[in-house]
């Protein structure tokens, strides 16, 4: 140990800066070669910089390149091929690929309402971009047209006029051409007519002087059970007088009105509520209340009428139920209930009623 401190004593005064400046450019590049070997595993380097550079050599020859591109194709061609292990015969196997016919796609003529037409036409720029962000990217739905209706309104006049047996159901929906006075042609019909059960007037432009003929014509009517004015120009007016003849009317069933031309607003509503509590026939009443009171009032009028009309029919096949929690089917049927509890409680004591 001792030996080896005193060497390594010679070297402690020795000057690195001096020995640096007497190294020749040469001599430096060396030094600097074999530092950058001394850590060869260091992770943070790039693989090519983690040994000495080994492509500095110098050339064995000159280099051509277009000799060496002439040589190549020289030695190509002199080369023969390899002969194939089957021979090529020609034959051509299995289906050749034929690609499809691209189609491009038909863009159809969408036709919109005349008022989407205009509003469209008359939108700037931030206002299509609002309606884009609230369509999205949602693919059109192309919804075919309805097909028109194929009644023929004369002659189904006619065959109503005549009592035809088979004309039980008369459905002029969406027809748009039928005259008013046509209309009340029909309504005066069914006065006389005993076969028709459902009479429909969806959409055909029907206003009050309609209403009021068919309001006649249900105060004498007894074969007709469903009547559809739905979507047409009938006011608070026409609505009144056609709920109002059902007090002379015990066989229409379903009544439907809703979405007319203009509201009705809150007082027809109230009294279309007050009719209807007063009816006893009516099983279903199309319409949309807009304030909760008359819809409150009837929908429990037409729960009513469908208790009654469920006690009537339980009533017919020799059986009844006890489901009476109106005031006025309690006294509608209380006394019959009481005569038949009475006589089963005298013949053998306390009876369940089914």
Known sequence: ???????????????????????????????????????????????????????KKTPTGTFQRDNLLAHLEKQANEHPDKEDLVPFTGEKRGKAFVPKKMVDPIMENVTLEPELEEALASASDAELCDIAGVIQCTQYKPVPDEEPNSTDVEETLLRMKRNDPDLVEVNLNNIKNIPIKTLKAYAEALTKNTVVERFSLVGTRSNDPVAFALAEMLKVNTTLKSLNVESNFITGTGVLSLIASLQHNTILQELKIDNQSQPLGNKVEMEIASMLEKNTSLLKFGYHFTQQGPRLRGSNAMMNNNDLARV???????????????????????????????????????????
């Not at 059986?319 to 209380?334: D, H, I, K, Y």
């Open 1 to 55: 140990m001792s030996v080896m401190r005193k060497e390594m004593e010679k070297y402690r005064d020795i000057d690195e800066d001096e020995l640096l400046k007497k190294l020749s450019e040469d001599e430096l590049q060396r030094l600097e070669d074999e530092l950058e070997e001394l850590d060869p595993d260091n992770e943070l380097l790039p693989a090519g910089m983690r040994q000495k550079d080994q492509t």
């Open 312 to 354: 009537v029919r339980s009533e017919s096949d020799g059986s009844f139920t006890l489901t009476l929690s109106v005031p006025e089917l309690e006294r509608a049927f209380g006394k019959k209930f009481k005569s038949k509890t009475n006589t089963k409680e005298k013949a053998g004591g306390r009876s369940h009623l089914p």
